[in-house]
């Protein structure tokens, strides 16, 4: 049973990064450079791991878990916020981080339904490490998108161990995308959605920092790259012809900065990423849950119990623009990667998502681009 449902399908991941993201196409989004890797593990010490589920023809589902720092998490916190786009979702751990502004687990990712393996094993996980043999509290955060359009959902195939798995498979470098992890089976704007992530580094002039951006993308609404509604162009969005349509579906989005903030500033820096989701088209509709976690791992911020005092350090709030529009501009591109690296894939009941017609859409955007150079 455990051969069957623990897959991760090497020649599968192989195709996954032989597909382009965005900007291999001569298509950049934005001001600001990206860092080495244009993912959330430019923020020095984070690390990204997935586990990928797919077996038959219901199984299309996985976990992806984000380690912000390479230290013992429960004894040294990182300074931490949330920021609700849409509340139809099951994000657990919120209202410890919302009333104490700092996470002490690893960020799973998973489907709505595989929460409680999430939290289980981040209970395991972080009981397991040394020093923690005293402690009787765990707040685990992890959070959710629906699979349930490729996936079996109902069968609850992730189990505590595909998520402990997933935090040992993290690494540093080049992050997987598309069709993997958490983002197997989810569906983005009627297309093949999944796992992206970008990053941004300020000039020096700005302060040198990093932001990392690392999503799961299933939602809907009218899609927009680089400014185009190719949504549009290729006669497929939500509204289109009945009013009474939807745009359901949810999307999570995790910052990492290794800029020096507290939780005050972290949940402002969150609000932009939603600005980011709205570039690409997204609404954050009735139906969908969209959720930024964002955290600092400046080191002279992280939380260390066995201080009496706490004395962060905090950017002054004239210094963080910058960081907003890091964070929109990195938050907009990972979305798109997410679909642009996801492959067409078949599912549970026979149904079919396609990927997304990269090709046109890129001819679309660079006669767009002409076109405004030429004003």
């Known amino acids: 049973m455990k051969k069957l449902l623990i897959i991760t399908l090497l020649s599968f991941c192989s195709q996954l990064y032989a597909q382009e993201r965005l900007r291999d196409y001569g298509i950049v989004t934005g001001i600001f450079k990206t860092g080495k890797d244009n993912a959330i593990t430019d923020v020095k010490g984070v690390k990204v791991g997935h586990v990928t589920l797919i077996e038959g023809d219901d199984i299309r589902t996985g976990v992806t878990a984000i380690i912000p720092h390479q230290g013992n998490i429960f004894r040294k916190k990182v300074p931490a916020a949330i920021y609700v786009g849409n509340g139809f979702g099951k994000l657990a751990g919120y209202t410890q981080v919302k009333e104490l502004g700092n996470i002490e687990t690893p960020v799973i990712l998973t489907n709505t ?216 501009e990195a938050t907009e591109e990972a979305l798109i990667n997410s679909l642009f690296v996801a492959k067409t894939m078949k599912g549970y009941k026979g149904r079919v998502v396609e990927e997304l017609p990269v090709n046109r859409i890129i001819r679309a955007l660079k006669v767009n681009q002409e076109a405004k150079a030429d004003k």
């Open 113 to 328: 339904l595989s929460i409680a393996s999430g939290l289980d094993a981040l209970i395991t996980y972080t009981l397991s490490q040394e020093g923690n043999s005293n402690i009787g509290s765990v707040n685990g955060i992890v959070g959710e998108t629906n699979d349930g359009g490729l996936n079996n959902i109902r069968a609850r195939y992730i189990k505590p161990g595909h998520v402990l798995k997933a935090i040992e498979n993290a690494k540093e470098g080049r992050v997987e995308e598309g069709s993997v992890g958490a983002g197997t089976g989810t569906i983005c704007f009627g297309f093949k959605g999944g796992i992206g992530t970008s990053s941004r580094v300020l000039p020096e002039s700005l302060g040198g920092y990093t932001v990392g951006v690392l999503v799961q993308s299933n939602y809907g609404g009218v899609m927009e790259i680089a400014g185009v509604q190719v949504g549009r162009l290729l006669g497929k969005f939500d509204f289109k012809s009945d009013i009474s349509g939807n745009a359901d579906g949810s999307c999570m989005i995790v910052v990492i900065t290794d800029a020096p903030m507290t939780s005050r500033n972290l949940e402002r820096l969150a609000k932009r990423a939603i600005m980011g989701l709205a570039k690409t088209g997204g609404i954050a509709s009735n139906g969908s849950g969209d959720y930024v976690i964002a955290l600092s791992v400046a080191q002279e911020n992280l939380i260390d119990e066995k201080s009496e005092f706490y004395f962060p350090k905090e950017l002054h709030n004239e210094s963080v623009s910058p960081l907003f529009l890091a964070t929109i």
